[in-house]
């Protein structure tokens, strides 16, 4: 008995659907990990400015720069 679908019935035709599903989870895993780690010393919470005056405190910028830029924001 046939059934006009192949002999599957209709659970064979939700497998695809289900595997579609879960690829999807896992590539939007993926790139939520990657996201996270490319900010690793940055917080979601930080201003442009707490992160300005990190930058100034580690010396990767000088004064100056840190007086431009402040006034820039």
């Known amino acids: 008995m046939m059934n006009g679908f192949g002999g599957h019935g209709w659970g064979m035709g939700w497998w695809w659907i289900i595997g579609l599903i879960i690829i999807i989870a896992i590539v939007w895993m993926v790139v939520k990990g990657m ?4 900010s690793p010393g940055q917080s979601p919470g930080k201003s442009a400015l707490d992160i300005l005056k990190e ?7 000088d004064k100056q720069e840190f007086e431009e830029r402040k006034k820039d924001l």
Not at 35 to 38: A, E, G, V
């Open 35 to 38: 996201n996270q780690n490319n």
């Open 55 to 61: 930058r100034y405190a580690k010396g990767e910028i």
